[in-house]
């Protein structure tokens, strides 16, 4: 890094943290049940049209994973009134760019196009819902589409498999415990009728939202809105099903062999509460500390100065449900795995035993305040925090107050929640390690 941006970085933690701006919208809902959410700013000429479906991979079938991330992909495939293979180059020319991505209890679509294109991105959206082409030779195109994405990413890429090993360990009853990609056996034996049937059930009006930000004028979006998803029949009511997890009695311990590493890697997983919960901000700040930026205390200690890590990281996979805390690294040198725990396990206990200095809490104020403030730096960014606060924590603005949650959070809630979850006898501890010949 050069020498001013390393400046410059290092001055981000340090200084006052960036002002927030107030997110300004406007939410209703639609006759058939549909949630709609208005940010309207002018500032510059583009929109986001986005909606967010609450199914992810939590809601499939056991015997038939994989389903909720197939769609995000099989739902480009076209429409009653998009030809196949049509939607991208839909969007393209007329100046626009789109993605989706799905994840354990959600699934998110977007556009972002030059305001005077807001009109087809509330088509094209209304169209997906509306009017989606569930044939076989979607299907087919897709699973192979799917399949080879499972290679590249999963199967063949360093490490690809590490969450997924550690997911299995830490939930035996909820969803959870399969990825988000699912199985490539299920997907293969899975009829035309079961994708339909999902989509049936879970691409309807009353189990999405719909963000608008950006360029519009907010009658003429209403009254778009109304045209394109008014006539859309609301769906039968979804009954979300809740899962409770026994406490992990005594740590587990697991093993995997991944034929793409040379490196192995040591990974402690503790199971937490789901990220509405208060514990769950607590935990993101403890992640921070433990190991975010080059003044992070694991990364200080076991990077720099004792350089017995090639990396090291903490975070908090936070989940509507549940949520996972991670911590490890790769050992360098002489050093083994058992090595990075022991010391992983010193900072846990001082966590849990002494408060954080004033200092180092100031400075994760800091972190914090400018994280807010980026989270929502663009269009995009806050069309997707309004459908995430509104869908997954039930509570829209979340948006400009989430960050008097962590303002509030003290340094003895700190060490009592390091406490409460990061014990010894409650976690998976998984070697990923080189494959054998």
């Known amino acids: 890094m050069k020498p001013f941006y390393a400046f410059t970085a290092m001055l981000g933690l340090c200084l006052a943290p960036l ?58 495939e076209g429409s009653e009134n998009i030809e196949r293979g049509e939607f991208f180059k839909i969007v393209t020319s007329n100046g626009g760019y789109n993605n989706a991505n799905t994840t354990q209890d959600r699934t998110y679509y977007y556009e972002l196009f030059p305001s005077n294109q807001l009109a087809l991105g509330l088509w094209l959206e209304s169209e997906r819902l509306m009017h989606p082409i569930i044939n076989q030779i979607g299907v087919d195109t897709q699973k192979e589409v799917v399949q080879e994405e499972r290679r590249l990413r999963v199967d063949n890429a360093p490490y690809g498999q590490l969450i997924e090993n550690m997911f299995k360990n830490l939930f035996s009853n909820h969803p959870y415990r399969w990825s988000v990609i699912g199985s490539l056996d299920h997907l293969a034996s899975a009829s035309l009728e079961d994708f339909q049937e999902f989509n049936k059930v879970y691409y309807v ?13 907010k009658e003429e979006a209403k009254k778009l809105i109304e045209d394109y998803f008014g006539p859309i029949p609301r769906g039968k009511e979804i009954v979300k099903k809740t899962y409770d997890e026994a406490p992990i009695d005594g740590p587990i311990y697991a093993q995997f062999e991944d034929a793409n590493i040379q490196i192995p890697l040591i990974l402690l997983g503790y199971r937490t509460p789901g990220q509405a ?129 962590y303002r509030s959070i003290t340094r003895e809630e700190i060490r009592e929640v390091a406490k409460k979850y990061l014990q010894k006898q409650q976690r998976v501890e998984l070697k990923y390690v080189p494959k054998q010949d």
């Open 19 to 76: 002002q927030a701006q107030q997110v300004d919208f406007e939410e209703y809902d639609l006759d058939n049940g549909l949630h709609v959410i208005l940010h309207q700013d002018n500032t510059a000429p583009v929109v986001v049209t986005s909606v967010m479906y609450h199914v992810g991979s939590k809601d499939e079938n056991p015997a038939k994973t994989g389903f909720a991330h197939f769609f995000e992909h099989l739902l480009f």
């Open 205 to 217: 009006p009353n189990n999405a939202t719909l963000v608008l930000a950006g360029d519009f004028e």
């Open 277 to 405: 919960s208060r514990d769950a901000y607590v935990l993101n700040m403890i992640s921070s500390y433990l190991s975010s930026g080059q003044s992070s205390v694991l990364q200080k200690k076991l990077v720099d100065q004792k350089q017995m890590a090639l990396q090291i990281f903490a975070f908090n996979y936070s989940l509507e449900d549940y949520g996972a805390y991670l911590l490890g690294g790769l050992p360098l040198g002489d050093n083994t795995m058992d090595d990075l725990v022991a010391e992983i396990d010193v900072e846990i206990e001082k966590l849990q035993n002494d408060l954080i200095s004033e200092r180092d809490y100031q400075k994760l104020q800091n972190q914090f305040e400018n994280s807010f403030v980026s989270a929502n730096s663009s269009f995009e960014g806050i069309a997707e925090n309004l459908a995430s606060y509104n869908q997954l924590f039930g509570d829209t603005n979340l948006i400009n107050t989430e960050i008097e949650i």
